[in-house]
């Protein structure tokens, strides 16, 4: 493994270029955030007026107030801040609950050992490619017989059961490089199967455990499809009410504040990839590439 | 001094079998119920779904037995047609653009730049956002009334037109565009772990033999990296299939129905049309689709693997 | 009293069988070496004995008790493992006390018996520190005193030296055969090299394809080897085999080798049966009992027998030089002192230990003399 492959040639046009080419893609790629933003601290006459793309002549900071709690989605007027609640009240349970499990899981399929584990971990592993398409209707039909329709639980749990397809096969293929050796010893001292993990195997998973949560985080509270299906109203996350928000103004657009209830929509995951992302693109390409 | 726990007579009435076998009821547990629900779910969902896909049923599922109706009348829908065509053209340029888009960007990083970790973070981040708000940020962009041709306009050059998302024939690229943002940092990520894994002694008996640093990449390095990129190409193409929220978010299909994609179809028929014979139907035909992928890739990674072996 | 007994022990995977009916009796005390090839089976039965793994049939009974069905940790036994196996999240004091951890030991008790091992290895600096921080004679060390903090009926060593260099490796074989007279325990050692399994065992099971070929002393495995297998794997260089015929009438058996004007006749072990004579037999002569001529072996006083060979090559070690030549039109490796000068392609005398000649079948590959 090497930590870099550049050529040491001679600083000339060459490595111009390459700066050249990748501040320009930098910029490109920041284009979309940065018009966001800024719209988001413009009114929306001054919007209308010019294009989606512009300075704010005046700073609209009221766009915010207006997006978290007061604009109108559906025939609700308090902005989107319960949305914002509903996605935090189903993203947090799933993440903690399908990471604990999977953890559990992945370890039992790679180090326990059972017999038909090979057979179980591909079923689970075909749940990752699985279309959401293929699972809607049952799901339907189960969230309706346990009574949890239209409920944030409801959620909870189809995100919980889905997400531990990622989370078992994330674990696992950690799990799998921790030496059998270990195992043994482990056992020839006496410890079960929940002390191997507690005292060995959870010490050793941190950096698998940043990727799982953020990979779970990420991904449940940019659900739409489910959210969209099976919530409605007020139960909805905050995917769902930004498609409805987008729908209900379409008659007066109000780009400043739907840019903010955007911004605002956004800005969880962002956080969670500043300040994680090193380590999920690390064990990401450590797990993908193998 | 032995400490063994041993010999310590049970005192319980209960057999010793049955003693150790409640001991480990925890442990079997916490094993099998996340991974029979894991597993069950994935299996249990396909057959029920694809039972459905059988039957008469309209806005409650029902018995009955209708044979492949319900296929061939989806397959005669224009919207299925149209869905269908657009996803071999999404398909095609969303995975082979982005993987280039992804490779360029991968092999630019590579360069021992300056600012690496922010560079890399720059084009990660559309990855962190969601495809709703991917679609909804790139639909005011590419909106000719709003984004960026008004803008264009504005200065001055008023003949300019950028009006893809209102032509019928081009607005699947603006779909396309937005796909390329949100996942080519992705696909970067997974391509610069496979440039930094190529063998160090590798690199270095070709700068002996005198490569430059163009024959060195399309001689040397990409080579060893063609597992990686068909990996790469296949999740792709699986996202590319599975696509909904982002076109939901960018054109809601439109213009009319000229950015329609199997996974909209599918719901479309399921939920607003209430006929879950017919939806189940289609989300089959996808789940085919998505196999026609996989399983060749699987078969093709499982011939590696038994040639890597036998070698 | 037998610390290790196997009866009939038979491990199969599949289609193949890597354990073909194993039988061993180790005596306590004793120090026995598995030795043998990779892929010859001395892991997956040390694996058996530990009971990490099961096997397919047969019986194995540890300091008197069947263990057969006693899962690892009720089988008062310990191991030491090729990759030490330490658990890299504990420090090296609490590598040593998890297993007494594990068993509820009072803390005390811990403390008493971490202390005594500490000072047996010499690793109380260690205590504190984190696998990682420390060095692979360091890992060696410790990896060996989470064993032996157990006091167990029985060690198992899996190739523990396999991972350290060279020199920490002669090292650690002395100062475990030295701990072993100390404590004076049973230990069950698996490794590939024969050398450790010379050095340090009291008694040697060689094994190959799943069964034990020989178990012996190590005297006895290297001058009377079982079979063809054990005379070329034990040894480095190992023994000569070659293929002669055997001759002469009555109590004096020849053994010829090679015909014509390279012909070599050497007198035949006495114990060869008399059904041999004039059949082939395959000869198994040591390097070191092909030597300069003026070499005197064992306790005789009078130059032994001599042959005339052409030397194809030398290969000088330093303490010895090792010497190809052609017996017979056989080639075959000798061992002369440092000091002698051999050209190649000259012809030279050599002076033959024939007292410890084997003689095997060449069919059954068997020690026949």
Redesign the interface.
């Known amino acids: 493994m090497r930590e870099q492959s550049g050529f040491a040639g001679p600083p000339s046009v060459g490595r111009a270029v390459v700066y050249a080419v990748v501040i320009l893609l930098a910029a490109g790629y920041l284009v979309p955030m940065v018009v966001v933003v800024l719209n988001s601290l413009r009114t929306a006459e001054e919007i209308a007026q010019t294009s989606m793309i512009g300075w704010p002549k005046v700073w609209a900071f009221q766009n915010y107030t207006a997006a978290w709690s007061d604009f109108c989605i559906a025939q609700t007027c308090s902005g989107i801040r319960p949305y914002m609640l509903n996605s935090a009240l189903v993203t947090l349970p799933a993440t903690v609950f399908s990471t604990l499990l999977g953890a559990v899981a992945g370890y039992a399929i790679s180090l326990w050992r059972f017999r038909g584990d090979s057979w179980i971990f591909a079923l689970v592993t075909l749940g990752v490619f699985l279309p959401e398409q293929m699972r809607l209707i049952p799901w339907t039909i189960v969230l309706r017989d346990v009574g949890l329709t239209n409920t944030l639980s409801g959620l909870v749990m189809i995100h919980t059961i889905q997400g531990l397809s990622f989370t078992t096969l994330f674990c696992r293929n950690y799990y799998v490089a921790i030496p059998q050796d270990l195992m043994k010893a482990a056992r020839i001292d006496g410890a079960g199967f929940f002390r191997i993990f507690h005292r060995i195997v959870m010490p050793l998973s941190p950096p698998i455990l940043i990727v799982t949560v953020i990979w779970q985080f990420t991904h449940i509270w940019n659900e739409f499809l489910y959210g969209v299906t099976f919530t409605t109203g007020t139960q909805q996350p905050v995917t769902a009410a930004l498609i409805a928000l987008s729908a209900s103004v379409a008659d007066v657009p109000q780009y400043g504040v739907q840019s903010a209830a955007v911004v605002v929509a956004a800005v969880p995951t962002l956080l969670v990839y500043l300040f994680g992302g090193r380590y999920f693109v690390r064990g990401l390409t450590a797990g993908a590439v193998k | 001094m032995s400490v063994s726990t041993l010999g310590t007579p049970s005192a319980t009435r209960l057999s010793p079998a049955i003693l150790a076998g409640l001991k480990r009821l925890p442990e079997w547990l916490v094993i099998w119920v996340p991974l029979l629900l894991s597993a069950g779910h994935v299996v249990v969902f396909t057959a029920w779904t694809t039972w459905i896909s059988f039957t008469p049923s309209t806005l409650v599922p029902v018995d009955g037995w209708v044979g492949l109706r319900n296929y061939t009348s989806v397959l005669g829908t224009r919207n299925w047609k149209i869905a269908f065509d657009n996803l071999l053209l999404f398909g095609f340029g969303f995975v082979v653009l982005t993987a280039l888009v992804g490779l360029l960007l991968a092999i630019l990083i590579d360069q021992r730049i300056r600012g690496e970790n922010v560079l890399r973070s720059i084009f990660l981040y559309p990855m962190a956002v969601s495809f709703v708000v991917t679609g909804t940020v790139w639909s005011w962009l590419l909106n000719p009334g709003m984004g960026v041709q008004k803008l264009v306009n504005d200065m001055g050059w008023t003949s300019f037109r950028f009006d893809w998302l209102v032509d019928r024939d081009m607005a699947i690229w603006t779909i396309v565009i937005a796909g390329i943002w949100q996942s080519s940092g992705f696909a970067m990520a997974l391509f610069l772990a496979g440039l930094r894994s190529v063998e160090a002694d590798l690199i270095k008996a070709a700068q002996i033999d005198g490569a430059g640093p163009f024959r060195m990449y399309t001689r040397v390095i990409l080579p060893t990296l063609w597992p990686i990129v068909v990996a790469v190409m296949v999740i792709l193409l699986q996202f590319a299939i599975r696509t909904f929220d982002l076109v939901r978010a960018l054109t809601g299909g439109g213009p009319g129905i000229a950015t329609q994609l199997p996974a909209l179809v599918i719901y479309d028929f399921m939920f607003q049309r209430g006929h879950l014979g017919r939806g189940s139907a289609a989300a089959v035909m996808m789940l085919l689709t998505l196999l026609g992928v996989l399983l060749p890739y699987g078969a093709w990674k499982y011939y590696m693997r038994r040639r890597a072996a036998n070698a | 009293m037998s610390a290790l007994v196997i009866r009939d022990l038979r491990k199969r995977f599949g289609t193949t069988d890597v354990l073909k009916g194993i039988d061993l009796d180790i005596d306590s005390g004793d120090f026995t070496v598995l030795v043998g090839p990779s892929g010859c089976g001395k892991s997956t039965l040390l694996?058996i004995i530990?009971g990490?793994e099961t096997a397919t049939s047969g019986e194995i009974e540890i300091g008197g008790r069947v263990v057969t069905a006693v899962?690892?940790?009720?089988r008062?036994?310990?191991?030491v493992?090729?990759?030490?196996?330490?658990?890299?999240?504990?420090t090296v004091r609490q590598n040593i006390t998890?297993?007494?951890e594990?068993?509820?030991?009072p803390k005390a008790?811990q403390a008493e018996?971490l202390e005594r091992v500490a000072k047996l290895l010499q690793i109380e600096p260690l205590l504190a520190r984190k696998p990682a921080q420390l060095s692979g004679g360091q890992r060696q060390r410790v990896a060996m005193g989470?064993a032996l903090v157990?006091?167990?009926?029985l060690f198992l060593f899996?190739e523990p030296l396999s991972n350290l260099d060279a020199k920490l490796r002669v090292e650690m074989r002395m100062e475990i055969k030295q701990l072993h007279a100390r404590i004076g325990a049973s230990i069950v050692y698996v490794t590939h090299d024969q050398i450790e399994a010379m050095t340090m065992a009291t008694r040697i099971a060689v094994m190959n394809q799943g069964e034990v070929q020989q178990f012996a002393d190590p005297d006895t495995v290297y001058n009377r080897p079982a079979n063809l297998f054990v005379a070329r794997f034990m040894g480095a260089p190992p023994m000569n085999t070659i293929p002669a015929t055997l001759e002469g009438e009555g109590d004096r058996p020849v053994v010829v080798i090679g015909a014509g004007e390279h012909v070599v006749r050497l007198p035949a072990p006495p114990s060869i049966g008399r059904e041999w004579l004039g059949k082939s037999v395959i000869v198994g002569i040591r390097p070191e009992c092909i030597a300069e001529p003026t070499r005197l072996f064992g306790s005789s006083t009078a130059a032994g027998l001599t042959i005339t060979a052409p030397v194809e090559m030398t290969e000088p070690t330093g303490a010895e030089t090792i010497v190809v030549l052609r017996l017979g039109g056989q080639k075959v490796l000798g061992r002369v002192a440092p000091d002698i000068r051999l050209a190649n392609g000259a012809l030279a005398t050599f002076a033959v230990d024939t007292r410890k000649l084997c003689l095997f079948d060449p069919q059954t590959e068997r020690l026949i003399a």
Do not use: W
Request: one cysteine or more; aromatic letters at 12%; glycine letters at 2%.
């Open positions: 694996n530990a990490l899962p690892p940790k009720d008062d036994i310990a191991m493992f090729q990759t030490y196996a330490l658990y890299p999240s504990m998890f297993g007494m594990c068993r509820n030991v008790q018996a989470r157990r006091d167990p009926k899996d």
